[in-house]
């Protein structure tokens, strides 16, 4: 009950204000990151974890989902990091959304749909406007975003143990992707929720590695640059490893990741060496 209290709308969600904000947020929760939860990789060969294959995210874990902000500087002068960073935000919050409001009355959204859904709510949000083509381009960049530089030396090293991608992206989306990337020769196979039909971090989508590799859970390691999809996959039984680049705190809605890294370049150091097969 409306008590006389006046409440401001929060402008995160209202034209430019958006763009104000989302650039406030991040220096505060950036240098909150840093001065309280500085990223603490372990590299002691003492806390090494045994694991028979790995699982990778693909979106901000193997490819930088930023590396869009160059064109999207071009396109929006002034304003590239803040739409980056509300696209990829929406696109996240979306999938969480879609797999709650799943039904026989609602039609499955893939990550291709959600993504597109996402650019046009933050294009809307910060008051920006795109022609046709220049809003094609941009979307397009999704196919062709950059690895981190670390990846495919990283990936090289830790054969031979099988190493997959799990990813909310759809097969049309990923392949081209790893294709493009040059990622082919560093990777056994790609895995996409569609399968499963519902978004991380639902266990289904992490069955889908168990059923894949015939592995127990505890055996394969997941990685990803997202924690919650690490503390998902952790609940589902995976032995986990988050990559925290932005030193950020760890998510508090379940059990810690196993391991914390700075960079991929961390996880050999993290890996008990293979025994050779008998």
């Given at each position: ?64 989902v930023h590396s869009v902000t ?17 696209w990829r935000a929406k696109q ?167 391991r914390i890294m700075n960079t ?15």
């Amino acid at each position: 009950m409306n008590q006389g209290v006046t409440r401001k709308c929060n402008p995160y969600f209202f034209g430019r204000g958006a763009e104000v904000a989302t650039h406030r947020q991040q220096r505060t929760v950036k240098s909150r990151a840093r001065r309280n939860f500085p990223a603490q990789p372990m590299t002691n060969p003492d806390t090494s974890l045994d694991v028979e294959a790995l699982v990778f995210d693909a979106y901000g874990t193997l490819f930088d989902v930023h590396s869009v902000t160059g064109l999207a500087e071009e396109l929006a002068p002034g304003r590239g990091p803040a739409l980056s960073q509300l696209w990829r935000a929406k696109q996240l919050e979306y999938t969480w959304l879609g797999s709650l409001m799943t039904a026989p009355t609602v039609a499955w959204s893939d990550f291709a749909a959600v993504t597109e859904q996402a650019l046009d709510f933050a294009l809307s949000a910060l008051a920006i406007e795109l022609d046709t083509a220049a809003r094609a381009r941009l979307s397009a960049a999704y196919l062709g975003l950059a690895p981190y530089p670390d990846v495919v030396a990283t990936l090289s090293g830790l054969a031979p143990r099988p190493r997959w991608i799990l990813s909310n992206g759809t097969q049309a989306m990923l392949e081209p992707l790893v294709r493009q990337s040059g990622l082919t020769p560093f990777l056994d196979g790609v895995l996409s929720v569609d399968a499963a039909g519902i978004y991380k971090p639902s266990p289904r989508v992490y069955q889908l590695a168990v059923d894949r590799l015939r592995l127990p859970p505890r055996r394969i390691g997941f990685v990803s640059s997202n924690c919650w999809d690490a503390v998902g996959a952790k609940v589902f039984g995976f032995t986990t490893f988050w990559i925290n680049r932005a030193a950020a705190p760890v998510d508090r809605h379940g059990p810690a990741p196993d391991r914390i890294m700075n960079t991929l370049g961390d996880l050999p150091s993290l890996l008990r060496p293979m025994q050779p097969s008998s």
